[in-house]
């Protein structure tokens, strides 16, 4: 079995890559460079990489026909929210435009089975803190979310005219080893590592602790998302989420406990959001039902494991 991968230098599509290699696929990836961290390159050794702006619709086609995978993961996105409402055309430009190119290339081929990765963030969040599933409104709140809803029905309206197997994940916030500081889990994991350390004083800045969250390990969200493709129904969108909604505190909480240290705790006025919703969290009921998958890794672990890649990589770093 052959799989492409968009996306695959990035935080989940790494994950990804080294859970379908498990299992014994051949692997591609579309990078928009090749400036790896020494991590990534070396998780992705042996990986032919294609550079390539998903944007550009005729080098895309030429890589998709070139490799004709049997699977294609469409992880590639603009994902941060604050970087899409600071630039929302660019957002568009790649998670909508990038999205149709890569449908229309994939249209192309025969029996290829499609996965696009969209978010539980295109959903209106329901009152009473009840869980988000498949069935709730969608009101998306930002560029980010906004560019995903659209490139759901691009997907739709892909599976309807061309037939294209496609399905749609909507995953929550995901954590791990290997997550970007631009996240606040990666942001405050970094920080601690960096205090381990001793490079930076044992003070700890972050943004709103009460926001609550749906967090889920990467690792159980890439299974999700491998079982998704395989046995989810075409046109069908699945949840991927913990069913949990957890605090930032709480996390804050747990890595000064990893630490071993005694961390202050400062709010960065830098780190608020406005409009940054109190309260995040999906069932995952229909995947469920569909696929049998259920998240294994604790929320204790996936902080534990993101802590010790971090001082690992920040070790590796200070003694080249």
């Given at each position: 079995m052959k799989a492409l991968i968009t996306g695959i230098a990035g935080f989940a599509?790494?994950?990804?890559?080294?859970?379908?290699?498990?299992?014994?696929?051949?692997?591609?990836?579309?990078?928009?460079?090749?400036?790896?961290?020494?991590?990534?390159?070396?998780?992705?050794?042996?990986?032919?990489?294609?550079?390539?702006?998903?944007?550009?619709a005729t080098r895309l086609a030429a890589i998709v026909q070139k490799t004709r995978p049997?699977?294609?993961?469409?992880?590639?996105?603009?994902?941060?929210?604050?970087?899409?409402?600071?630039?929302?055309?660019?957002?568009?430009?790649?998670?909508?435009?990038?999205?149709r190119n890569l449908l229309h290339a994939a249209a192309a081929l025969r029996r290829v089975r499609f996965l696009f990765v969209s978010t539980v963030q295109v959903y209106a969040l329901p009152a009473g803190g009840k869980l988000l599933t498949e069935k709730t409104l969608l009101?998306?709140?930002?560029?980010?979310?906004?560019?995903?809803?659209?490139g759901e029905m691009l997907v739709r309206r892909a599976v309807q005219e061309s037939g294209l197997r496609a399905v749609i994940v909507r995953?929550?916030?995901?954590?791990?080893?290997?997550?970007?500081?631009?996240?606040?889990?990666?942001?405050?994991?970094?920080?601690?590592?960096?205090?381990?350390?001793?490079?930076?004083?044992?003070?700890?800045?972050?943004?709103?602790l009460t926001?609550?969250?749906?967090?889920?390990?990467?690792?159980?969200?890439?299974?999700?998302?491998?079982?998704?493709?395989?046995?989810?129904?075409?046109?069908?969108t699945y949840n991927i989420c913990?069913?949990?909604?957890?605090?930032?505190?709480?996390?804050?909480?747990?890595?000064?406990?990893?630490s071993g240290m005694k961390i202050s705790v400062r709010?960065?006025?830098?780190?608020?959001r406005t409009n940054d919703p109190a309260r995040i969290a999906g069932s995952a009921a229909k995947l469920r039902r569909r696929t049998g998958w259920r998240p294994e890794v604790p929320f204790a672990r996936s902080l534990a494991d993101?802590?010790?890649?971090?001082?690992?990589?920040?070790s590796g770093t200070s003694q080249n």
């Open positions: 599509g790494v994950h990804l890559a080294r859970h379908l290699r498990a299992r014994g696929y051949r692997l591609c990836g579309i990078v928009q460079d090749f400036a790896l961290s020494a991590a990534t390159a070396q998780a992705l050794e042996g990986v032919p990489l294609y550079r390539c702006e998903i944007t550009d049997d699977e294609i993961y469409h992880l590639a996105a603009i994902s941060s929210v604050p970087f899409a409402r600071e630039h929302p055309g660019i957002t568009f430009d790649v998670n909508i435009e990038g999205t009101a998306p709140a930002n560029a980010y979310a906004a560019s995903k809803a659209v995953p929550t916030n995901m954590l791990g080893p290997g997550q970007a500081s631009k996240f606040a889990i990666g942001n405050f994991t970094r920080q601690v590592a960096e205090m381990v350390l001793r490079s930076r004083e044992p003070v700890l800045r972050t943004g709103d926001r609550q969250r749906d967090f889920l390990d990467v690792r159980d969200g890439v299974r999700a998302m491998h079982l998704a493709l395989r046995k989810g129904l075409p046109g069908e913990s069913g949990r909604a957890r605090s930032l505190r709480e996390a804050v909480d747990i890595l000064r406990r990893l709010t960065d006025p830098a780190q608020l993101a802590l010790a890649d971090a001082v690992q990589e920040l």
